[in-house]
């Protein structure tokens, strides 16, 4: 009789508690979690596939290991393989599965072939013979996995795995058919930024087919402590803003007093370990090695508080471009595409009054900025709305061209009010020129000195230098630090957690292997707002031909009656 694999788990499996006593399998909370996660996928008649970022002791690789179990000793030819870290846990995972096989019941228990060590080899006692297996590795084994064709895999604790991890998990993956019967999990706590950092990142993106799933301490309902007599929470010291903390995560004071306990004998005092350990939210179990610049646990809670909010639209602006000369273009037709993929991240619609169907006043907005430059960096752009300083929208798209993405900073720009635009100038005049080329009404103009004539002169775009970047990035640290709430987008957030100062020479920049284009973007926006009024603005009717010969001028008809800005 067939039987769905969380009865057979609950119903048959047995497993060693923390106490050392032989219990049955029932699912915690965060075990049913996982589980629930996986089945969606397989009812939904797509592989199994999840990355894991966990706290320690909630279950999850007991979770795994009787999911495994029930495939083998059920499912005829299926080859699964469990892979640690270190060879204490691969014994550990595999008496795990043995006591799975000692203590099933008689009367479903296949007969188990001779195996070697770490290997279960499973046949049927009516002589058919299932012919599975569950074999377990150690990483960093020669070829482990190559030459297989696997049917669940079992990668744990893979942020300790070897330096060769992303090699070694190559060779398993590529062993494991693109079928529905199979499954895959991927579990560990954080350590660093590593490849398992970069794993869960393309999962939380939706760049893989893999399911992120994330498990905070306070998921397990064990982690909770009686109250000392004098237990009272603190506003700041070694064990952070714990009020804050309460209110942000909905916790109750037995949760308090067991996380404090924790860090004072699990963690030796250490509140960065903790984290670590035992993180409240992804972004708090990946630690940047340095000295961050903006304030970590402020821009943790904020990410806490935005986790459930999307955008309003995800997509990018379709449009008509056509050159009037060389030094002249127009874009006509612009629309909006929504696109799940697209470039653009709406937060907020820009904001109009209107007089029945007429707009007679507007919203004033501001959009930093920054070009890919050199390497793998990000073509960038932050709205802000400038009465209310809050997130409007994001631009971030990687291998762009200049031309293409200066397009749709003109097209956002205008649909944003016509906002004062200012890009990033170091690498590339182009974008600023392509807009200048467009005759976008509203450019952000610098001071530059000139030295031949000791005179000021306006100038496109915002450079920034080693003046000019500090005090850019300070005044965004203290926005962060004072009005969280201002701050949308959970990728220019996350950029904040990895923006450091290099301790040695004391510049600040993305930490290793990261990217910092949307801080340097948010920054822009908010430095250069001032250039604009922050009040919303009085829409002035007036007729098309008014407007042009305010704002143009036209070439005479011999050199084709070209309007020019």
């Known amino acids: ?117 770490y290997e279960l080899a499973f046949d049927k ?50 062993a494991v058919p693109n079928d529905p019967d199979t499954m895959v999990v991927i579990e560990s706590t954080a350590r660093g930024f590593d490849d ?40 700041g010291g070694r064990y952070g803003n714990e009020i804050q903390i309460k209110h942000t995560f909905d916790l109750d004071d037995e949760q308090m007093a067991w996380r404090r306990w924790c860090i004072d004998n699990n963690c030796d005092g250490d509140l960065d370990l903790f984290r670590q350990e035992y993180p409240a939210t992804p972004e708090e179990a990946f630690i940047a090695t340095g000295l961050s610049v903006f304030p970590t646990d402020t821009v943790i809670q904020q990410l806490a508080r935005i986790r459930t909010l999307d955008p309003i639209a995800k997509g990018y602006f379709d449009y008509s ?61 932050y709205v802000i709305n400038n009465s209310t300083k809050e997130t409007a929208a994001v631009v971030q798209k990687q291998q762009w061209n200049d031309d293409l993405y200066a397009d749709q900073m003109y097209c956002l720009g205008l649909h944003y009010n016509t906002a004062l635009i200012g890009i990033e100038t170091n690498f590339s005049l182009t974008a600023m ?27 496109l775009g915002f450079e920034t230098t080693k003046v000019s970047k500090p005090i850019i990035i300070d005044n965004l640290v203290k926005l962060v630090r004072d009005m969280p709430q201002l701050f949308k987008d959970a990728r220019t957030l996350r950029e904040m957690l990895t923006f450091i100062r290099d301790p040695k020479t004391g510049k600040m920049g993305a930490s290793e292997g990261k990217h910092d284009d949307l801080v340097i973007a948010a920054a822009i926006a908010y430095i250069i707002s001032s250039q604009i009024t922050s009040v919303w603005e009085q829409v002035k009717q007036e007729p098309m031909e008014d407007y042009i010969k305010k704002n143009f001028k036209v070439k005479p008809k011999d050199e084709g009656g070209i309007l020019e800005w």
Request: charge should be neutral; hydrophobic fraction near 35%; glycine fraction near 8%.
């Open 433 to 459: 020129r392509e807009l200048e080329k467009l005759r976008y009404p509203r450019l952000y103009l610098r001071d530059r000195f000139d030295t031949l004539t000791s005179k000021y002169t306006k100038a």
């Open 1 to 117: 009789m067939a039987i769905n694999t969380r009865s057979y788990i609950e119903r048959y499996e047995m497993i060693r508690n923390k106490l050392g006593k032989i219990v049955p399998l029932v699912l915690n909370d965060p075990q049913e979690k996982l589980y629930n996660a996986l089945a969606e996928q397989y009812r939904a008649g797509k592989p199994m596939r999840a990355i894991v970022l966990k706290a320690r002791q909630e279950g999850i690789s007991t979770l795994t290991e009787g999911m495994i179990f029930k495939r083998a000793a059920t499912m005829a030819n299926h080859k699964a393989v469990i892979v640690a870290h270190t060879e204490a846990s691969t014994k550990s995972l595999f008496e795990m599965s043995k006591l799975f096989y000692d203590e099933l019941d008689e009367d479903i228990k296949p007969e188990a072939r001779s195996s070697n060590a």
């Open 196 to 235: 398992f950092k970069d794993k869960w990142d393309r999962a939380v993106a939706g760049e893989s087919d893999f399911i992120a799933v994330f498990f905070a301490w306070f998921e397990l309902a064990e982690y909770r402590s009686e109250l000392p007599a004098d237990f009272e929470l603190l506003a």
């Open 321 to 381: 471009k056509k050159y009037l000369s060389p030094d002249v273009a127009e874009i006509t037709n612009i629309k909006w595409i929504d696109d799940t993929r697209g470039m653009i991240w709406l937060y907020e619609k820009p904001k109009k009054q209107y007089d029945g169907e007429t707009v007679i006043a507007e919203c004033p907005y501001v959009l930093g900025g920054d070009t890919a430059g050199m390497g793998d960096d990000y073509f960038t752009g």
């Open 125 to 174: 006692k009516d002589g058919e013979g299932l012919r599975s297996t569950i074999v377990c590795y150690t990483a960093g084994g020669r070829g482990i996995g190559r030459g297989d064709t696997i049917h669940s895999l079992h990668v744990s604790e893979y942020a300790f795995w070897p330096d060769n991890k992303k090699e070694i998990f190559g060779g398993l993956i590529q």
